[in-house]
């Protein structure tokens, strides 16, 4: 996008589970912090309700109206052949009538990704879009791709999943050469099942930092900075991941329930670092999730969402764009020879 053109960002705002009264915070807190002008799609008189409780005077808030909302558990090709006016939808034409420059949803991830591929196409070669997602590491940070988007993968696809996440790694995190690695069940290269062996052989064709497999073991040991694996094991290590965050100090705080008073001095001390632990682990720091190999900016968000984590999500949609991520993607998948073709 040109310097001169301020930046738009269209937002679902019918889409978590607590819409539109989230998404309005937290794009009101966005719109104060970064700057950044924000379209607001859904029901306007809802949406209108909701910014009354916040002062917006001067913001670059506006609303575009959509009369459907698609819901968390209906079927995404349904829901995009029957519900053109849902804010989904409405939201995904603004980015494809270059009204917006990116789309936030913390909708049905099925259904954004069906919206983005009818609506925005893939970028020229890419043969499966995939869903990002930041882990904490010992000294920094990981990025696991697919983290959802595709259940079934062929090694093609993890080829090319390791080429976007090493390009959008090294800008949105300003590294030079970030190192892939290939997450599998051993180091050895003849270990894994028939999709990692050859999805490994294709890897090694390609101009990444391949550092070879890793193991579930090295995701949060500084290993590798980019993590490729399929949706289903991706998935299933981001949930796990959310689950152990969240319940680690539940578990910590009943331990220390009733303790003597030393301990529970010597936890009171270790309160900074339990703090900055949490903050690491705590995925509304990231906000959102970008949708690599969508031709435009798309970002995926929880569902159960807070307000900081809503808010966060524009400033890595602003992070992505302003690093020009999409259009070095695309340099490097051209660049590759990939057609394109299952």
């Known amino acids: ?142 990025l696991l791709l697919d983290a959802g988007a595709n259940a079934d993968c062929k090694p093609v696809h993890l080829q090319q999943f390791a080429i976007m996440g090493s390009i959008y790694y090294k800008d949105f995190v300003n590294v030079a050469s970030p190192r892939v690695g290939l997450l599998s069940i051993g180091e050895e290269e003849t270990k894994g099942n028939e999709l990692t062996i050859e999805a490994a052989k294709l890897i090694k064709t390609t101009s990444v930092n391949f550092i070879g497999n890793i193991e579930g073991r090295d995701i949060l040991s500084d290993k590798a900075d980019v993590i490729v694996c399929d949706g289903f094991v991706g998935n299933i290590v981001l949930k796990f991941a959310e689950s152990l965050a969240k319940n680690f100090f539940k578990i910590l705080k009943a331990e220390l329930s009733g303790k003597s008073i030393f301990i529970s001095i010597g936890a009171f001390l270790l309160k900074p670092v339990f703090t900055g632990i949490i903050k690491k682990t705590d995925y509304a720091e990231y906000g959102s999730a970008p949708l690599l190999g969508i031709d435009g900016y798309v970002f995926v968000s929880h569902g159960s969402s807070n307000v900081k984590a809503m808010k966060n999500s524009f400033k890595t949609a602003i992070r992505s764009i302003e690093s020009n991520a999409h259009d070095h993607i695309a340099e490097e998948i051209k660049k590759s020879g990939n057609t394109g073709a299952e």
């Open 1 to 142: 996008m040109s310097p001169d053109k301020p930046m738009k960002i269209a937002l679902d705002a019918m889409g978590g589970d607590n819409a539109p009264a989230i998404e309005v915070e937290g794009a009101v807190l966005a719109a104060k912090e970064f700057g950044v002008e924000i379209i607001l799609v859904g029901d306007k008189t809802r949406i209108e309700t909701e910014l009354e409780k916040h002062k917006i005077k001067n913001l670059p808030i506006s609303i575009v109206h959509a009369s459907q909302v698609i819901g968390m558990h209906e079927s995404p090709t349904e829901a995009y052949k029957e519900k053109k006016d849902s804010s989904l939808i409405v939201g995904m034409k603004l980015v494809k009538e270059k009204k917006a420059d990116a789309l936030i949803s913390a909708g049905n991830t099925g259904a954004v990704m069906t919206a983005a591929l009818f609506e925005l196409g893939r970028i020229k070669g890419v043969v499966r879009p995939a869903l990002g997602t930041f882990f904490p590491s010992r000294h920094g940070r990981a």
